[in-house]
């Protein structure tokens, strides 16, 4: 693992921070459901960006749970 990443990563790098499969992120990346750049033929991750996406997924996440505790009656 890369002890100290940089402001801006490559889709290895955010593969590796994330542990999600390269072959994952890339289909995140093209599908837009990962905020990423495209510069040339190479995708470029904003670290600061990942973990505010990170941040506000997994409230969202928490949301829907707590949603479905409360509607469900468990």
């Not at 670290?47 to 949603?67: G, I």
């Amino acid at each position: 693992m890369i002890s100290q990443l940089p402001e801006v990563l490559t889709i290895k790098e955010t593969s590796q921070y994330l542990r999600i499969p390269l072959r994952s992120m890339y289909k995140l990346a093209q599908e837009g459901k990962i905020p990423c750049q495209k510069v040339g033929k190479h995708w470029r991750f904003r670290k600061v960006t990942l973990d505010s996406w990170l941040d506000e997924h997994a409230a969202l996440l928490n949301d829907e749970r707590t949603r479905g505790t409360i509607e469900h009656g468990n």
